[in-house]
């Protein structure tokens, strides 16, 4: 492996995948980078576009990213292994997808649940649309 990505919101699932990756690349005997990449749901309101400029809206997203990616930072700074974060706006499974194929990604990492507020069955449902549309190896952390 040389880039594994995480997929991290700051939940508790999130960042037991991101400490699993973390020990992966370890491991490893080349050198990994760890991709860490928050995906921001993006507002869908049309009355939020009549009030709010782009530039606002890009800043909302890019303060309540790094919000939830300020563990993950302080995990990512006790390592020496290589990262980059990466904050972005959209639906889960196809920014993820665009990100593998962007950075050459060989694997990921990622929890079963998030803070997502509807429950799945056994995986939460951001994980399942993950899932059903990525082709390289994935790893789940309960």
Do not use: W
Request: charged share 20%; hydrophobic share 45%; with cysteine.
């Amino acid at each position: 492996m040389k880039n594994i990505l995480v997929p991290v919101d700051g939940s508790e699932p999130s960042l037991r995948a991101l400490r699993a990756a973390l020990t992966l690349a370890k491991d490893q005997s080349s050198t990994c980078t760890v991709h860490v990449l928050n995906v921001q749901a993006p507002i869908i309101s049309n009355n939020v576009a009549r009030f709010f400029t782009a530039d606002v809206l890009d800043a909302y997203y890019q303060d309540e990213g790094k919000e939830a990616l300020k563990t993950a930072k302080a995990l990512l700074a006790q390592e020496q292994i290589p990262y980059q974060i990466h904050i972005t706006v959209g639906q889960i499974a196809e920014k993820v997808q665009a990100y593998i194929e962007e950075h050459d990604c060989d694997h990921v990492v990622m929890g079963t649940r998030g803070l997502g507020a509807v429950p799945g069955l056994l995986l939460g449902s951001a994980t399942t649309k993950v899932l059903s549309r990525i082709t390289v190896p994935i790893t789940l952390i309960k």
